[in-house]
Every structure is written in C-alpha cells, then in structure tokens.
C-alpha cells in the first residue's frame, strides 16, 4: 500500500488546485457503480457510487490519505498516486489529463500517433456520399473509401511507410510544377506548422523524429518551412484540381478532427449540383467500399 513520502508531506511545490481536485475526484467516485471495477454491488448501500477506502483500495493507497485529498487537506499527489487514482476510477484520457492538472502535474506523455482506426470510423467512410480518407498526426494514411482511390492512390500496392502524404508533398522535385500553385504552397506550409504541432504533443516519438530528420536532410523546402517554427492545427481549406482522367475539380477540402485518436478524417466536399458534385456521386456509385 501507498503512503506519502517525507517530501510530499512537505508540499513545497506544484500549482494544484485542491479544492478542484477534490470536488473532480468526489463527483468521480460518486458516478461509479461497484460492477464498473469488478466489485460485488452489495445490498447496504445508502449512497451511490463507490466508498473512499474501495477507491483506496483500488488505487493502492491509504484510506486516510484518500480521505485528506477528497477533504482538500494534506500532501499534494505524486504522480504515481494520481495515475493510480486515475486507473482505478476507470477515468477517460481527457479526464485522466484533468485530474494531472488539477493535482499540479503534467498529464503524461502519449507515446506516439494511434494507428488503430475504429470500426466506427470506417463505417462513417462507407457512409459517405464522397471521397474520404483518415490520417494519424503523422500524416501516414490509415483508412480510404474507394472513391478517394483516383485521388491519392491504390494504397493497396504499398507498404505503410510508404503511405506518408508529407513524404509524397515534399520529395517531388523542386521545380515540380505543383509548387507553382499559391494553394499548393500554402497548404504545405500549413501541414509542416500542423506537423510541428504533433511533435510537440509526441516527444521523442522514433517514428515522427524518423521522419522530420529524413526531410531535413532530403527536402530543402520542407527545412525552410519547418525552421520558421510555425505551429498550426489542421483545419479545411479550398482544393482545385486538374485531374488527369477526371479534368478540373473544385471543391473544399474538410478536415474532420477525431479527438479519442488524435486522428483526421480528410472529407472532399463539393457543392451540391456542381461538376465536382457529380464525379464524386459517380465515383461513390462505382466504388461503394472502405479499404
């Protein structure tokens, strides 16, 4: 069983709210059932949600040091009492995050970008009257509806790490014509501010650092953009494009964010009744799966 070191008794550092922190952690108990933590519902309970020592319990540590903290008194958490707490009352990311902060800690570190796509996430892909795709905060992408196929490829045909819309964005030539396009550039710059921002949210991640280092090194535009140490969170902007079997298409180009993943879902959406509009209804007619 836990108990409080000489130093956190001493409390001498941190910016924890403690009445905060104990109302969040006292509404946290309160939500729970017994069943929800393995524990017998039992017929003698004239409150709901859990009892403190059975949180005590759970998390590992002393009833009376569980006690202080919903009372707003006593040593502040160390963050191995607060992640215990945390997986005890079965609390979300989010909340998990909240409780760190609330106890005067940094929440920890994720370790890298989620791969996994969730089912429900696929099922929105077939559903969709319209090219769409999912990418993780590395921009490696994950999961497509066949209609997307004319626009960014049989992915099929390749292994994942070759399925990185940075890498295709950056290592085309210098004088390749795209980045004579205004809308081009500006959506690049965009992309390495966002990218930025994921490197920062995933600190020493090998898989990201790979990357960043390798475009550093390959891709003299990617370094000057990357080095203006610009950060953006992706959002939607305008996309024209002269396809070579579909001819000129415009339409805006919607990035849905997916916050239990940190995940984005690339919608091309055009306006209804326009050129863009009937080729993306006809694509979907001829190609109503989810890869």
């Known amino acids: 069983m836990y108990h409080p070191s000489g130093a956190e008794l001493a409390d001498t550092g941190g910016m924890a709210d403690r009445s905060e922190l104990a109302d969040f952690l006292r509404t946290r108990r309160n939500r729970l059932r017994p069943s929800d ?24 540590i002393s009833v009376d ?25 079965v609390l979300t990311v989010d909340e998990r995050d909240y409780l760190f902060r609330m106890g005067g800690e940094n929440p920890p570190t994720v370790a890298g970008p989620n791969r996994t796509v969730p089912q429900s996430v696929r099922t ?62 500006n959506f690049a710059r965009t992309t390495v501010a966002d990218l930025r921002a994921a ?5 020493g991640n090998p898989a990201l650092a790979r990357l960043v280092t390798e475009l550093l090194g390959t891709a003299p535009r990617f370094a000057e953009m990357w080095n203006s140490h610009d950060v953006e969170v992706r959002r939607g902007h ?13 339409f805006e180009c919607q990035v849905l ?4 993943t940190d995940q984005r879902m690339i919608v091309y959406c055009a306006t209804p ?10 694509l979907v007619a001829a190609r109503p799966t989810t890869r």
Not at 46 to 59: D, F, T
Not at 74 to 87: N, T, W
Not at 238 to 250: F, S, T, V, Y
Request: glycine content about 6%; cysteine-free.
């Open 238 to 250: 305008n996309k024209h494009i002269d396809h070579p079997d579909l001819g000129l298409l415009e």
């Open 124 to 185: 929105i892909l077939d559903a969709l009257g319209t090219p769409a795709y999912v990418v993780d905060a590395t921009y490696e992408i994950l999961a497509w509806n066949d209609s997307a196929i004319p626009f960014i490829g049989d992915l099929d045909a390749f292994p994942d790490h070759e399925r990185n819309m940075v890498r295709w964005m950056f290592l085309s030539a210098a004088d390749h014509p795209q980045w004579s396009n205004s809308e081009t550039r």
């Open 37 to 60: 933590v393995g524990l017998p519902d039992g017929i003698n309970r004239r409150a709901p949600g859990l009892r403190r020592q059975e949180v005590a319990q759970l998390a590992g």
């Open 65 to 89: 040091y569980y006690i202080r903290m919903e009372q707003a008194r006593g040593a502040k958490p160390s963050r191995q009492v607060l992640a215990a707490l945390a997986r005890a009352m």
């Open 273 to 282: 009744g326009s050129r863009a509009d009937t080729v993306f209804r006809s």
């Open 199 to 203: 490197y920062a949210r995933y600190p």
């Open 257 to 260: 964010h997916i916050s239990d």
